[in-house]
């Protein structure tokens, strides 16, 4: 698969939120403003780069070779929850910026399935070392960009008479239903 | 004592709101919301024409289901909603008729109206009604549709009745839409002939392969016929001419403005013109861009959909980027999407980002100094 | 060469047939004068009369509040019959002195110099005593203008003749009738401020003035008349000196004296050049009474704190019932109540409208045509500030640049769901000032 | 110090026993597992080529199944088509003749639209390919005899497409290793 | 009787996807049918049956500062039984859930029970929450499979309901039918809470 392919592919064919239905949580609800979604965006990509580096190695050189596949799940979770607190540690050391910007997204990011998803998918797409990798970065990337979309949009939304029951939650959803209409259009790409 | 001193002396004695008092100006162009809709729906009228003309009476008939079921829903809506019913402003109209426009003439009775309930309801009034829908809810409805019953949009297109005048007042039955199936729309016969794998298959398998895609393509209706609308196909999209002649009312009127239609149409010539071709950049003839143009939807969408207000950007710079992101994305999906037609969800996807272009194309004010 | 402009803007119909060949007539001293006491930006002026005593045509009767700030001085011979609260001509209730007419028109003793041989800070001194303030519309004393903080060099003055408000004809007919003490006093600012040259700017709707200021300034070779394009607002300061220097006064409130221009209105220079002349208080000015159904409207000549239900009366009776009076142009002026308010130095028109002309409409929801952004002569956003102001997001209506908005009213003259872009831009532009204090 | 090595070994000691005990499921459930697959292949190829009774695995540059009769002869084969449909790959068992005809093909995997592509699936798709030849196995279109399926032109055309491949593949295949094993005894013994 | 209440209000007042909005993920990745929805309920009762369980029974044992890491252990550990079992018994249904199963690990419904009544509660009492938010959890996704089975199949369980010459509207089995049909619901949800129109 070349990088072009891969990259659309992850990024708008499949896209983890609108197609995948993965990363709902983080979609809903750090998508009010523009500001903190591009934070939790490229903390995201950051985070589902690194965890589909280290799971596929896991995969490839512990699992596989002692037979221990049914263990998938609990190292996969492991080795990620892990790899945030660790990855937390290291950025506030190195990087106070950076930490100030993503400090606050990076706890939720354990729980948010599409980085289990993607780690998961790596392997069961057999995906090489280097497109699991790809395959991260551009998920990630596809996730982001949803993410700021969203934001713009409910940003406007804020200040429109949008009927009371539909507020919040509901109409965020609605929003998300037509934004996966609009990325229909990306669907049965020959590339 | 003249009469206008007497008045003036009952003023002077505390009739002090005999004056209505309003904020400057105190002079206006006296247009409204409604006479800006309602010119919409007037330019959308010579291709409703050309529609009946080409299609029958069935083509007004499913524009006036589309329009009835949009009315009727958006009335419902704010009756329900206990707002004050705000139809007669004809949003709601041009909704209906952009929805049925979308459709051949073939499609049956709830095509259009389920078409329009959504676009009006989940469309529009989720968000809380006229200008606050982010997406073009006409076209939103035609995605529903395009979706949800593909056997009977996305079959393909249907033969005019040009040939027969008096087709127009017997053409009321529905007829089943696979007679009318004969053939591919030009749009898909152009993504047949321009699909190198598709092409080198044949020719592998089948020597005679070039032969069948000779014929398919002497079927493209010619350039003349595409731009008069003298082709099969939605009942408002297919005269280039007719749609022309309403957004030149439209741009007289004030009430669209070039730069989008005009870098949306521009993008897509030039792009078809560069990979068009099957054989690398520049080998398409000079005739395949036209037929991108004036074939399928793109008249329709650059000049009616991609310039709805309050679907596009609010900047002039924005409007420059929505035109060229709308085409680009047009070619994209044309080329290699799943879709024969790409306008549709360009314009969309387009009107997603309409925020993140409003931002980052907000005009310098004038006189302006950056912050130190 | 073509005219000259600034981009954005909009073409109302300018309605100046109506008054543009009346002649100006003096109004004579009316029976009462109401002469507010802030009829200018700054201080108000602090009353030095009291009630009962009377007082000379041209005496001052309060001084100015404070270094932004101008005397007041009385417009005619009479007693001081009541110092309160009157009706001005902004919409509100103001602090103002009634004079009440006794005797005929005794005035101060004036004085003829060969003014030329004044230094620049006499004639200043001249300016800020006689009252001038800018009369065009904002009222910026001009004596303060004329001395720009040390360091800032002024190159350039700018007469504003433009008059590009719909209906008012009063710079108009000043120019063709007393263009030449239009040009004495422009060479009286120029000194003042020390500037090498000088603009006079003129919209194209007034070929006769153009033509006439063109023939006076013949000779000057520092002093140019620039022809107009017919837009509005090509009067507005910042508009204004784009259209005749290609600068741009920077935003935030900058001030148009940052790039070496002070511009002053056609009835200012006169007023100065009075002022520094004959020492002779600013205490009269020319009115446009007009509208549709005024039956004979007319260019008044007439005392400060004239009412305006005088002056109409002299403009013969109405042709159909009154809706609505506009106090100033029907762009930017102020809709008043009552036509007890009295002129000011800074009313330049008293319009009247009839039902047709002043229907208002209800207020519908923004479809977002842009047509507001495309003439915002500023560059701004209206119906964006329209919709952060009215859901309270201040950040987003500062951003949107709601504190450069100069009022010119172009966003809602154009809006067809007739919002009142002004009110709420103003309701934010209030609201931001207030937090950055 | 000790404190922290407390807490790692507690939560080592967790997933010691967790490991414990998915290990011991695993033992239990992983052979089921792996008979359900089986069967689902064989019953996949019994499906497509009814004729045969027992099946063969042959490893080639396409790999294939060679169905066997009750007395051992070559009754056809069955392989696997792959190709890239609307939005992803489909999967498609075909059951070969011995005469190159199809016998039938069954759709194995596939992720096209529900409604449209996924049709491809229903027997009154499927069963158009049986009694055809390579140069048949074409869309009608593309000049075959395969009827499309209304609104999945993509689809129809993707399984069209890679079963015709598979099958020229197939045929280049068995020319290039002669037919061999009807009567495998025989062989030996020569 | 608190035991009781302790269950219910998981199913309409606690909800977890309509109310707390957790678990979001699969209530739409597997609600377009109702078998799915059905399974995945299940599956992800039976996980969050268990966890809160061994979770209350272990709560004193485990150090408040590796708890986290404790209940994902515990948590992965019954998914992945879940995960062999299913694949094992349940084999069409296993392949339709794909991933998700997997995913029911970082499902927030789980690890919010855990967290918030588990590691504070008696074993009887976290029983019957673990039942009353996986009862909760199975209602929405059917609710939600209902409505998309229904419009986009015309078919409920798998059966046929609508009338024979009803056109299936497609959209509500794809992506964007998932988010539609939860949008609405939960408007509709909001509307019914409280009655005043709007």
């Not at chain 1, 499949?14 to 609800?29: D, E, H, K």
């Not at chain 2, 995605?143 to 053409?171: C, D, H, K």
């Not at chain 5, 039976?46 to 485990?62: A, E, P, Q, T, W």
Request: with cysteine.
């Amino acid at each position: 698969m070349g990088i072009f392919t891969l990259a659309i592919s992850a990024i708008f064919i499949n896209n983890f939120v609108l197609t995948r239905f993965l990363g709902l949580c983080p979609y809903i609800g750090v998508s009010k403003k523009l500001d903190s979604a591009i934070g939790m965006g490229m903390a995201v990509i950051f985070v589902m780069t690194m965890a589909s580096t280290i799971t596929w190695l896991i995969q490839n050189y512990i699992l596989n070779p002692f037979d221990l596949v049914y263990l998938q799940t609990i190292a996969f979770i492991l080795t990620i929850a892990t790899l945030v607190q660790f990855v937390e540690m290291v950025i506030q050391k190195m990087a106070p910026a950076l930490y100030k910007a993503l400090g606050v997204f990076l706890p939720l990011i354990t729980t948010n399935c599409a980085v289990l998803g993607v780690s998961i998918i790596n392997i069961n797409e057999q995906l090489s070392f280097v497109e699991s990798i790809l395959h991260g970065v551009f998920a990630g990337i596809g996730f982001t960009i949803v993410l700021i979309i969203m934001a713009g949009l409910r940003e406007n939304l804020e200040k429109a008479p949008v009927p009371d029951s539909m507020k919040g939650l509901p109409i965020s959803f609605v929003l998300a239903g037509l934004m996966a209409m609009a990325f229909l259009g990306f669907a049965g790409f020959q590339i | 004592m003249s009469n206008n001193e007497k008045k003036l002396k009952q003023v002077g004695q505390n009739n002090q709101d005999l004056y209505s008092v309003t904020v400057s100006p105190h002079m206006s162009e006296y247009r409204s919301v409604k006479s800006v809709m309602w010119n919409v729906v007037f330019a959308l009228l010579p291709a409703l024409i050309v529609g009946i003309y080409l299609f029958g009476m069935r083509a007004l008939l499913l524009t006036v289901y589309g329009v009835i079921a949009a009315v009727l829903c958006e009335a419902l809506i704010q009756k329900l909603r206990k707002q004050p019913i705000t139809v007669n402003d004809g949003s709601a109209v041009i909704t209906g008729m952009l929805v049925a426009f979308n459709f051949h003439a073939a499609a049956p009775w709830w095509i259009p109206v389920l078409g329009s309930i959504f676009a009006i309801a989940i469309g529009k009034h989720v968000f809380g009604g006229l200008g606050h829908n982010p997406m073009n809810p006409a076209l939103l409805g035609r995605v529903f549709l395009v979706a949800s019953f593909p056997t009977y949009t996305a079959a393909g297109w249907i033969p005019t009745l040009r040939n027969s005048i008096s087709g127009i007042t017997s053409n009321m039955d529905i007829p089943a839409v696979t007679d009318l199936v004969s053939s591919a729309t030009p749009l898909a016969v152009i993504k047949s002939l321009r699909d190198p794998s598709f092409v080198n298959n044949i020719n592998e398998a089948f020597p005679n392969a070039s032969q069948i895609l000779m014929d398919e393509a002497a079927s493209l209706p010619t350039i003349q016929n595409l731009f008069w609308g003298n082709i099969g196909g939605c009942i408002g999209e297919v005269s280039a001419a007719a749609l022309l002649l309403g957004a030149l009312w439209l741009a007289w009127k004030r009430i669209i403005e070039w730069r989008i239609p005009t870098f949306f149409i521009l993008t897509v010539f030039v792009l078809t013109f560069i990979f068009g071709g099957i054989d690398g950049l520049f080998s398409a003839s000079i005739l395949l861009p036209f037929f991108h143009i004036f074939a399928g939807g793109l008249m329709l969408g650059a000049l009616y959909m991609a310039t709805d207000m309050v679907t596009s950007p609010l900047t002039k710079k924005g409007r420059i980027v929505f035109g060229i992101g709308c085409g680009f994305m047009t070619v994209v999906i044309r080329f290699v999407g799943g879709y024969p037609e790409g306008v549709t969800f360009a314009i969309l996807l387009m009107n997603l980002i309409v925020p993140l272009i409003d931002k980052h194309t907000r005009p310098k004010p004038f006189g302006f100094v950056p912050d130190k | 060469m073509g005219f000259m402009t600034f981009p954005g803007g909009i073409h109302p119909d300018d309605n100046k047939r109506y008054s543009k060949d009346a002649k100006i007539e003096l109004y004579p001293q009316p029976d009462k004068v109401v002469i507010p006491l802030n009829q200018h930006i700054g201080a108000p002026a602090k009353t030095i009369v009291k009630v009962g005593e009377t007082v000379k045509t041209g005496q001052v009767i309060a001084e100015a509040g404070g270094f932004v700030s101008i005397p007041m001085h009385s417009s005619i011979t009479g007693k001081v019959s009541k110092i309160g609260r009157f009706p001005h001509p902004s919409g509100s209730m103001q602090m103002a002195v009634e004079i009440t007419k006794t005797d005929a028109d005794n005035w101060v003793d004036l004085v003829d110099d060969d003014y030329q041989t004044l230094t620049p800070d006499e004639m200043k001194e001249r300016i800020r005593s006689a009252g001038v303030c800018g009369m065009g519309g904002a009222g910026f004393p001009t004596a303060v203008k004329l001395s720009p903080p040390k360091g800032k060099d002024i190159d350039t003055i700018i007469i504003n003749g433009v008059e590009c408000e719909p209906y008012l004809t009063a710079d108009h007919r000043l120019m063709l009738e007393k263009s030449e003490d239009i040009l004495n006093g422009l060479k009286i600012f120029m000194k003042i401020a020390g500037a090498k040259q000088a603009y006079i700017g003129i919209e194209a709707n007034k070929p006769d003035a153009i033509d006439k200021m063109k023939n006076l300034v013949k000779s000057e070779t520092n002093i140019g008349v620039v022809a107009l394009k017919l837009k509005y607002p090509q009067g507005a300061e910042k508009q204004l000196i784009y259209a005749c220097t290609k600068r741009r006064v920077p935003n935030k409130g900058g001030l148009p004296l940052e790039i070496g221009v002070i511009v002053q209105n056609v009835g200012t220079a006169l007023a100065a050049y009075e002022a520094v002349r004959y020492k002779k208080p600013l205490i009269d000015r020319v009115v446009t009474i007009s509208g549709k159904i005024v039956q004979h409207p007319k260019n008044l000549q007439v005392r400060i704190g004239t009412q305006f239900s005088d002056l109409l009366e002299c403009c013969g009776d109405t042709t159909a019932e009154i809706s609505k009076i506009i106090s100033g142009g029907p762009m930017m002026g102020f809709a008043i109540s009552t036509l007890m308010a009295p002129v000011t130095k800074t009313s330049s028109g008293l319009i009247l409208l009839g039902k047709k002309e002043s229907r208002t409409y209800e207020e519908q929801t923004c479809i977002r045509c842009c047509r507001c952004v495309d003439v915002c002569p500023m560059n701004l956003l209206p119906s964006k500030i329209a919709i952060d102001v009215k859901y309270e997001d201040w950040d987003g209506a500062d951003e949107a640049g709601a504190s450069d908005c100069i009022k010119c009213g172009c966003c809602a003259y154009v809006c067809p769901a007739q919002i009142r872009l002004i009110q709420w831009i103003d309701i934010g532009k209030n609201k931001l000032t207030e937090m950055k204090k | 110090m000790s404190y922290y090595i407390r807490l790692g070994l507690i939560l080592f000691l967790i997933a010691a026993v967790a490991s414990a005990v998915l290990a011991f499921i695993n033992g239990l459930t992983e052979p089921i597992i792996i008979e359900n697959q089986i069967q689902l292949e064989i019953q996949a190829r019994q499906v497509v080529l009814p004729q045969a009774d027992t099946f063969e695995y042959v490893e080639d540059e396409l790999p294939y199944y060679r169905g066997l009769d009750e007395d051992g002869n070559i009754v056809g084969y069955t392989f696997m088509a792959v190709g890239s449909g609307y939005s992803g790959d489909i999967d498609t068992m075909v059951g070969l003749t011995d005469e190159m005809i199809v016998s039938n093909i069954q759709v194995i995997q596939q992720t096209e639209t529900p409604g449209l592509g996924a049709n491809c699936t229903r027997p009154e798709f499927t069963e158009q390919y049986q009694d055809l030849d390579a140069e048949q196995v074409k869309i009608e279109r593309d000049g075959g005899k395969v009827e499309t399926i209304t609104g999945a032109t993509i689809t129809a055309r993707a399984v069209s497409n890679s079963i015709s491949e598979a099958m020229i593949q197939m045929k280049k295949q068995l020319e290039a290793a002669p037919k061999i094993n009807i009567e495998p005894d025989i062989e030996e013994a020569a | 009787m608190s035991l009781i209440k302790e269950m219910t209000k998981g199913f309409f007042k606690e909800n977890p996807v309509f109310v707390m909005a957790l678990g979001l993920c699969p209530a739409l990745a597997v609600s377009s049918s109702i078998e799915n929805a059905i399974g995945m309920g299940g599956a992800a009762t039976f996980v969050l049956l268990c966890s809160n369980i061994l979770i209350s029974l272990l709560k004193n044992l485990i150090p408040s500062k590796i708890r986290i890491p404790c209940y994902i252990v515990v948590i992965a550990s019954f998914v992945t039984i879940v995960d062999m079992t299913m694949n094992a018994y349940l084999f069409e249904l296993h392949k339709n859930l794909g991933i998700f199963i997997p995913l029911i690990v970082v499902n927030c419904v789980i690890l919010g029970r855990a967290e918030a009544f588990a590691g504070r509660n008696n074993v009887v009492k976290s029983i019957f929450d673990g039942i009353g938010m996986g009862i909760g959890f199975t209602l929405a996704l059917v609710a939600v499979a209902f409505f998309r089975e229904l419009l986009g199949a015309g078919q409920l369980l798998g059966v046929n309901v609508m009338p024979a010459n009803y056109q299936p509207i497609l959209i509500a089995i794809l992506a964007p039918g998932a988010f539609l049909t939860l949008g609405l619901l939960l408007g509709l949800m909001n509307l019914l809470k409280k009655p005043e129109a709007d």
